[in-house]
């Protein structure tokens, strides 16, 4: 990866700041951009196209979870975490249940650099396994086709085969006939 791209999404300067620092405590080369709106964060995620989202869960007049969906219509297996400052049991698995790949609280930043790490681990997981389906359908519909293509020419050498025997029989039949007139017809020679 030649760079880390990291949109960070906050309205307060200073956790923008802090969460900024925290994260490029990774042993990437990190560049950032930072949205501290509604308005900001989709012109920003238009035109920067991260690698991986930094949401605070509430901004004036716009949530993380918001950011979230507005994010994943757009890159729906994008890596997002939400970055906090207090976060109840319910909130935490509905986040996780909404998509967000993880969420950090801001008095724990140092624990941003390895929900990160995990966030885009998760993320290339899905992907590979996305791949992996892909070619699995691939292959299934490929296999399908060949299927029908093999089926289609069995059952076509299977109707000439029926239709071979079909003229043997006739034929042998018409040679019993034949061979039948022919011994009758020497049999009635020989009794003239």
């Given amino acids: 990866m030649e760079k880390l791209k990291i949109l960070v999404l906050e309205d307060n300067h200073s956790d923008a ?15 950032f951009r930072h949205a501290n709106s509604r308005e900001s964060f989709l012109e920003t995620l238009e035109n920067f196209i991260p690698d991986i989202i930094l949401s605070d869960y509430n901004l004036n007049g ?25 976060l109840g049991d319910e909130l935490a698995v509905k986040i996780i249940k909404d998509g967000a790949n993880d969420f950090v609280l801001k008095k724990n930043l ?9 966030a885009l681990r998760e993320t290339e997981e899905k992907r590979q396994k996305l791949v992996a389906e892909y070619q699995l359908k691939d ?54």
């Fill in 110 to 118: 140092t624990q941003l650099p390895m929900a990160i790490i995990r």
């Fill in 62 to 86: 716009y949530t993380g979870m918001q950011a979230l969906e507005h994010c994943f219509s757009i890159f729906p297996n994008m890596p997002f975490i939400i970055v906090t400052g207090t």
């Fill in 139 to 192: 292959t299934l519909t490929n296999l399908e086709i060949l299927v029908e293509e093999r089926t289609r020419e069995l059952s076509e050498a299977n109707k000439a085969l029926k239709d071979e025997v079909m003229e043997r029989i006739l034929v042998s039949s018409k040679l019993q006939e034949r061979n039948k007139e022919i011994t009758d017809n020497a049999n009635q020679g020989l009794k003239n």
């Fill in 17 to 31: 700041e802090l969460v900024k620092y925290h994260a490029s405590t990774l042993d990437f080369d990190c560049e």
